[in-house]
């Protein structure tokens, strides 16, 4: 009897690593960090950094970043208005409101000890520090509309640089399904249901 293959559309496919920092002692974000690496999308490859920082509770004050960082416009165009447009941790921060920022990128992997990924626009250079893997394990969600898989890896530490200023705030462990507000997710595939 041949196998049963169920083909649905992919929305997006390759990477989404994210740093929430919080207020200490507190639930108040303040920055919130979500790296798209498109291996695959109808929009093409691509990067695209959705950041948003508090200026004065992350001590970055006017160099605190709020948009859409992108080698790709249409990407960043298309992770939010799939992903991110209906988010309400996320929306109504102001990233939306301005154009995509023209970006490059750079990435450092270091095991379970680091991953480093570096974006540099114009005169800002943001740098993304996860730290101390705490595990990894493959999870499957169910959102309207979308099946999505990720190999996570919830972190001990991560930072958040903006020109070689350390962004204040703290991580919260345990915290939702990946278990902690620093998440290093890898082979992330959202598709149609």
């Known amino acids: 009897m041949p196998e049963v ?18 207020r200490p002692g507190s639930n108040d974000i303040v920055v919130l960090v979500s ?3 498109a291996r695959y999308s109808p929009v093409g490859s691509g990067r695209a ?15 605190a ?13 298309y992770v939010w208005e799939h992903f991110y447009r209906d988010y309400d941790t996320i929306r109504g921060r102001g ?5 995509p920022i023209p970006a490059r ?7 379970d000890q ?4 570096t974006c540099v626009a114009a005169t800002t250079t ?5 730290r101390d893997v705490l595990d990894c394990f493959q999870v499957t969600t169910h959102l309207t509309g979308f099946e999505t898989s990720a190999v996570a890896c919830p972190c001990a530490a991560a930072e958040v640089r903006i020109n070689g200023i350390t962004a204040h705030g703290e991580i919260h462990q345990p915290e939702g399904w990946f278990g902690s507000s620093a998440a290093l997710a890898f082979a992330e595939t959202w598709r149609e249901t």
């Open 49 to 63: 950094l959705v950041i948003w920082t508090d200026p004065a509770e992350s001590g970055l004050g006017s160099g």
């Open 95 to 99: 990233i939306e409101t301005g154009p």
């Open 114 to 117: 680091f991953h480093r990924i």
């Open 35 to 37: 790296m798209w690496t």
């Open 5 to 22: 293959i169920t083909q649905r559309g992919i929305k997006i496919a390759g990477e989404n690593p994210m740093i929430i920092l919080y």
């Open 65 to 77: 970043p709020i948009g859409i960082y992108t080698d790709n416009p249409d990407l960043a165009a």
């Open 105 to 111: 990128f750079a990435e450092l992997p270091g095991g």
């Open 126 to 130: 943001i740098e993304l520090e996860w």
